[in-house]
């Protein structure tokens, strides 16, 4: 099977997974990203996120990672929900943690996906990576050709808008490279004009520090009151950015079932949210990625974005 071939066939088994794009990148070291992470972080504009400056070299090198590796086959899923939040006064959580948590789902379907992998073409060495290790997922996605960066920071996607997560192989196989695809933010600055913290400080450039997810999520102390009546009833993450893009006009439906959310978590009225107990929270949210932030914290975001 020559390399062409090679390649459609991996994301053809990509494809049968689940994913909705699948696209190839040359393993080897990010020079472009080297200069761009160092003064980010001299910036300190990861706050509290200190792991973000751990295993520097691992995070711009995927050959540090996976010693042997020829390619990162970089995929994306989509998790773009039918439904919205039923009471629009109630706190609000973002569209990606509606349902199962996507590190689970995501790192079971590249399992069997890297099986299936080995099954065809034998001996293949490589590592399944879903947003919890040093990789930098949007450099390698846009590399793979997925999407551009956008002005708001996340990858964009022409055909379908990016409510999507991101994941790769970083495998032994050779494999065709793609290429990365055109920048078509154009002149549009929706995303900075709509962010009610000032996070998206200039194009392409997000101070994490004051963005409402990190301060729903990430940050264990109290939220600043300089972001008082500025969370705009965000209580878990934030979909600001995503939802003035005009490009998610094209977004879709996801077919994932396990990213279907619960008729209770839709249904909740801002009361209910006020009024919730330890018990409602890990009956509502078992297996969800809002456990992340644990029910004191949430209790905390919710009690914050209704002061007066």
């Not at 009471?87 to 509606?98: G, L, N, T």
């Not at 997922?137 to 996607?157: E, L, Q």
């Not at 154009?186 to 900075?192: N, P, Y």
């Not at 990625?289 to 914050?304: D, H, M, P, S, T």
Request: hydrophobic share 35%; aromatic share 12%; with cysteine.
């Amino acid at each position: 099977m020559d390399l062409s071939a090679r390649s459609q066939r991996v994301k053809e088994i990509a494809y049968s997974h689940g994913f909705f794009f699948c696209g190839i990148a040359k393993s080897g070291f990010l020079a472009e990203e080297a200069p761009r992470l160092e003064s980010w972080l001299k910036e300190n504009r990861n706050g509290t996120m200190q792991w973000m400056e751990n295993h520097f070299d691992k995070r711009l090198d995927t050959t540090e990672l996976v010693p042997s590796s020829k390619s990162v086959v970089s995929m994306a899923l989509n998790y773009f929900p039918a439904e919205s939040q039923g009471d629009i006064d109630a706190p609000k959580v973002s569209k990606y943690a509606f349902g199962r948590d996507y590190h689970k789902v995501i790192k079971k379907k590249l399992k069997s996906m890297l099986k299936q992998l080995q099954g065809e073409f034998g001996a293949i060495e490589g590592r399944a990576f879903v947003d919890s290790a040093p990789v930098m997922d949007k450099a390698w996605a846009v590399k793979a050709g997925i999407g551009w960066m956008g002005k708001n920071t996340n990858i964009i996607n022409k055909q379908n808008g990016s409510y999507f997560f991101l994941c790769e192989l970083i495998i032994d196989l050779e494999l065709k490279e793609d290429g990365a695809t055109k920048d078509y933010c154009g002149t549009c600055t929706r995303c900075l004009d709509a962010c009610p913290t000032g996070a998206l400080y200039a194009p392409y450039k997000l101070d994490a520090t004051k963005c409402i997810s990190y301060l729903t999520i990430e940050l264990k102390e109290k939220i600043p009151a300089e972001f008082q009546n500025k969370m705009e009833g965000w209580a878990y993450g934030c979909d600001i950015c995503q939802e003035v893009c005009p490009w998610n006009r094209l977004s879709k439906q996801h077919h994932i079932p396990e990213f279907d959310p619960k008729n209770q978590l839709l249904n909740m009225s801002s009361g209910e949210w006020e009024e919730m107990t330890h018990e409602i929270f890990d009956d509502l949210f078992q297996g969800s990625a809002v456990k992340r932030a644990g029910f004191e914290k949430l209790k905390q975001n919710i009690q914050f974005i209704k002061k007066a």
